[in-house]
């Protein structure tokens, strides 16, 4: 199984900062990683697919980048609504997430 | 819209069997595939297993294989998860989500609200 392994697993973060999640997979997964946002008591939100491309309807602050191990998500600037935690996942074949990134009011 | 509406709240008694449905509305439901992923209490999301709504092909999670059946009824547009021999650790909100348009993967666009299965005696 591939592993997906998310740092930090806590930020600290203002409104205004520039903030960015890694994500590293045990073995390459090609572009094949989605990013997602989930606020407490709701469903995970698509936010990035195929790495680097933006769900419909996502704000442009969010971008995706990298591809086969090593992958990162940037917020470019952090908004009020943005605080919640993040999930990488692969789906190259089985689908796995990591075990996300909480994004917390400094 | 497009949406995935699931089934109430379930409480089981330990080494009972649950059965999940995710209604899908607004889109053609044989385009798709369907993932179920879980969450337990205070913890991260857990992928359980996929359905093509095509062809039934299915793709389980290695340490649910044993436990978890996928179904789909092409006439209502439903996708079924079943988990058997449910044990407390089993207690975690249930979600189904949209998965690969006809053999592509774009990540899980669209998410059911989710489902809360409470295993206790």
């Known amino acids: 199984d591939i592993q997906m392994t998310q740092s930090p697993s806590t930020l600290s973060a203002s409104v205004g900062d520039r903030v960015t999640i890694t994500c590293r997979a045990s073995q390459s997964v090609g572009t094949w990683l989605a990013w997602y946002q989930q606020k407490p008591g709701k469903a995970p939100k698509l936010l990035i697919y195929k790495a680097s491309s933006l769900q419909s309807g996502v704000p442009s602050r969010f971008s995706g980048s990298g591809s086969g191990t090593e992958f990162t998500l940037t917020i470019s600037s952090l908004q009020p609504d943005d605080f919640a935690t993040y999930y990488c996942q692969q789906y190259n074949g089985y689908r796995t997430f990591g075990q996300g990134t909480k994004v917390e009011i400094k | 819209q497009v949406q995935l509406v699931q089934s109430g709240a379930e409480v089981k008694k330990p080494g009972a069997s649950v059965k999940v449905s995710c209604k899908a509305s607004g889109y053609t439901f044989t385009n798709y595939g369907i993932s179920w992923v879980r969450q337990a209490p205070g913890q991260g999301l857990e992928w359980m297993a996929w359905?093509?709504?095509?062809?039934?092909?299915?793709n389980y999670a290695q340490n649910l294989q044993d436990r978890v059946i996928l179904t789909t009824d092409t006439s209502t547009s439903t996708a079924y998860m079943e988990l058997r021999s449910l044990r407390s650790d089993d207690t975690a909100v249930y979600y189904c989500a949209r998965d690969q348009e006809l053999g592509i993967p774009r990540g899980f666009d669209i998410w059911g609200q989710g489902t809360m299965v409470t295993v206790s005696s």
């Open positions: 359905i093509s709504a095509y062809n039934v092909n299915t």
